[in-house]
């Protein structure tokens, strides 16, 4: 076990390798299940990888499951963590609380707790023991047996009872968005101008809770950007947006395009859920002068994001959503609780991919 740092609320003495980086920053984590002062030790049921990190092993793979799992195990076993090195993602977990560290600031757990981490694995010292056997390799919620290790600093909730897990878990893992949406759109509502919203992805887990948020807070208008027919069919029958548009994300043109046709302008807000690389020009392009872009993805290049704003003149405000808002996650689950399109979105998608 790692002794280069004294006990640690953000977890440095978990750091193999290299020293003075933060646990996420770290190529290697320590995932012994040992307990320092204040550690929480959970016995992992489920992983839901990062949206962008599961389809790009899938796409380097060829949809082949087995060589997707394969690539997950050596991910966990050379770095003692789920951190995808291409696309620098992870993802989350859920499992039940094995052992709570001496000196724990998580006051609210006991052990037997099912929990579910508000982080990324990307920080998260885990260890897989069961080689992911009951799992195919062709979805993001990967069922597995193996222990992981929270610190002080860790964000944790209980998962609510009156929700199946695989539900959710698919909530949990995309929360900060809706949050993030609702917090500007309510910016901008109390500066006296309820915003037209765009959101690139709509028919997504981040993109139909970003929609529901965004009316909830009081958007004037907002439309669900889709790339193909089906997910735009769907995005209608739930009734989440108030207009639908077809357009490839990775198409500039077609994608400020299609949104000044659905607003009949460009977009105040513009919210990227979308989980494939080369988005960002097409939503600057797509947002009105003096708007706002959140980037809520983690295949964003925000180098690409930065430059491209700047070449193309774009007086816009850019956001990197990180992941957590304060009563992120509870605001998420009443969106699911009472909106009625959420709750068909997620319920559809979870079916489809064998999860309920």
Not at 84 to 104: A, K, Q
Request: charged share 20%; aromatic share 4%.
């Amino acid at each position: 076990m790692s002794t280069l740092h004294p006990v640690s609320p953000v977890g440095l003495h978990r750091v193999l390798e290299p020293t003075g980086v933060l646990p996420q920053g770290a190529w290697k984590l320590d995932a012994s299940p040992q307990l320092h002062p204040g550690e929480i030790r959970v016995r992992v049921q489920r992983l839901n990888l990062d949206a962008a990190s599961f389809r790009q092993l899938s796409d380097k793979h060829g949809g082949d499951g087995d060589r997707v799992r394969s690539e997950v195990l050596e991910i966990v076993r050379t770095r003692g963590k789920m951190h995808n090195p291409v696309t620098g993602s992870g993802g989350m977990l859920v499992g039940v609380v094995e052992e709570l560290g001496p000196e724990s600031h998580h006051h609210e757990l006991s052990v037997g707790d099912l929990v579910t981490t508000l982080v990324s694995l990307t920080l998260t010292p885990l260890h897989i023991s069961d080689d992911l056997s009951g799992w195919d390799g062709r979805s993001e919620q990967v069922p597995c047996d193996g222990h992981a290790i929270l610190f002080d600093r860790t964000i944790v909730a209980k998962v609510p009872q009156d929700l199946p897990g695989p539900l959710a878990m698919a909530v949990m893992d995309v929360c900060g968005a809706p949050a993030l949406t609702a917090r500007v759109v309510a910016r901008y509502v109390a500066e006296g101008l309820a915003p037209s919203v765009a959101v690139i992805g709509g028919a997504g887990k981040s993109g139909s809770l970003s929609l529901a948020a965004a009316r909830a807070a009081g958007a004037a208008r907002t439309v669900g950007v889709v790339p193909v027919e089906r997910e735009a069919e769907l995005l209608r029958r739930v009734g989440l947006a108030d207009v639908v548009a077809l357009a490839d994300a990775r198409d500039p043109v077609q994608l400020s395009d299609a949104v000044a046709d659905a607003l009949g302008a460009p977009a105040d807000v513009t919210v990227v859920c979308v989980d494939v690389p080369g988005c960002e020009h097409g939503a600057i392009l797509g947002t009105a002068d003096g708007g706002t872009v959140i980037f809520f993805s983690m295949a964003t290049s925000f180098a690409t994001a930065a430059l491209g704003a700047e070449g193309l003149a774009a007086d816009i405000t850019m956001l990197i959503g990180n992941g957590f808002t304060p009563g992120h996650a509870e605001l998420a689950f009443d969106l699911l609780r009472t909106d009625a399109g959420v709750a068909a979105l997620f319920a559809e998608r979870l079916a489809h991919d064998g999860h309920l």
